[in-house]
């Protein structure tokens, strides 16, 4: 039975060059990108100072509790967005609560790292792949499944790319509520896209993207009235996002594994789930087992965490090379 074609081209060239002109512009801006060496918890508790860091430099220590920055309390989000980010060289005066007592210090912001510079570089570059791989395999097959494909690909592309500093206002808010839209439906994408996937299984595309609109939704209107950070709603957002990434990412591994399973060893190989399950494994888990840790435990810092997203390389490589092998042949639905 042939496929049902799904072109489409032209919309997805538009989009991802307008994703692609997004990444140059936030690459070209990276000179401007600050570097202060901690990390927080995501309620403003240090858990990670790095050596001769800014951070370290300025005297703050792990266990410390920002209660301010520059003379903004860290709850007053509408004072902190409409200050903007930091300059390199301009500095902060920190106050942190250390043990139950009141500690200042001042942080004098540098230029990126390094490392955190060839990071950024290196996440640049897998926002180009995966843009590419999913246009160029659509143009290729030219299906409903290639389509899906690419739309998630194009998706996950943008994730990899930081975008221009946009001055503080409604722009700046309403740029920022569309990208976080984007992030939390290539999630859902990616889990589409997996459910799609010969042997279809069958499932409620409705049902499937609930969970990402109602995420979307929420940060658009934390980010229409910039509600006061308190520790109720930074622990409320830091579940609500670990909760929609570990489901998508669990449930990508869980069906494909599923398929996999039921397949014999030659309709594997007809549909390409070896190359799927290779790409599945090394790009997602490690980064399911990240966000699971870092959503339970915050504080806890597990070796190698910057490089982590590094594993996503094997998504555009092995789920490229899986569909190109596809054959056309009829695979029952699940």
């Given at each position: 039975m042939k496929t049902k074609s799904k072109n489409h081209l032209g919309l997805l060239l538009l989009v991802g060059m307008l994703f692609l002109i997004w990444g140059v512009m936030g690459l070209m801006d990276s000179k401007n990108y600050t570097y202060s060496g901690y990390q927080t918890d995501g309620n403003n508790k240090i858990v990670q100072v790095e050596d001769a860091s800014p951070a370290a430099v300025a005297g703050l220590q792990i266990g410390d509790v920002i209660q301010s920055t520059g003379g903004i309390p860290v709850t007053d989000t509408k004072a902190l967005v409409e200050r903007g980010r930091p300059e390199i060289g301009e500095s902060r005066e920190f106050v942190v609560d250390r043990n139950g007592e009141e500690v200042t210090a001042s942080l004098t912001y540098a230029e990126l790292s390094q490392k955190d510079s060839m990071l950024n570089n290196l996440a640049f570059v897998m926002g180009i792949l995966f843009i590419v791989m999913g246009i160029f395999t659509h143009y290729r097959k030219k299906t409903v499944l290639s389509y899906t494909f690419a739309i998630f690909m194009l998706c996950f592309g943008f994730i990899f790319f930081n975008g221009p500093y946009i001055e503080p206002g409604f722009t700046e808010r309403l740029l920022s509520a569309l990208s976080i839209t984007i992030v939390l439906f290539s999630f859902a994408a990616l889990a589409n896209y997996m459910l799609y996937y010969p042997p279809k299984s069958?499932?409620?595309?409705?049902?499937?993207?609930?969970?990402?609109?109602?995420?979307?939704?929420?940060?658009?209107?934390?980010?229409?009235?910039?509600?006061?950070?308190?520790?109720?709603?930074?622990?409320?957002?830091?579940?609500?996002?670990?909760?929609?990434?570990?489901?998508?990412?669990?449930?990508?591994?869980?069906?494909?594994?599923?398929?996999?399973?039921?397949?014999?060893?030659?309709?594997?190989?007809?549909?390409?789930?070896?190359?799927?399950?290779?790409?599945?494994?090394?790009?997602?888990?490690?980064?399911?087992?990240?966000f699971t840790i870092n959503t339970i435990s915050p504080g806890t810092i597990l070796p190698g965490n910057d490089y982590v997203f590094l594993t996503f390389i094997a998504i555009p490589v092995f789920f490229t090379l899986a569909l190109l092998q596809k054959s056309t042949a009829r695979v029952s639905v699940e």
């Open positions: 069958r499932y409620n595309l409705k049902l499937l993207y609930a969970p990402a609109i109602l995420a979307a939704l929420v940060f658009w209107g934390l980010e229409m009235t910039l509600p006061d950070s308190t520790s109720t709603l930074n622990l409320g957002i830091r579940i609500m996002i670990g909760a929609v990434i570990i489901f998508y990412f669990a449930l990508s591994l869980y069906v494909l594994i599923r398929k996999y399973v039921r397949a014999t060893p030659e309709e594997r190989k007809v549909s390409g789930l070896n190359l799927m399950l290779i790409g599945a494994l090394i790009g997602l888990l490690p980064i399911l087992v990240y």
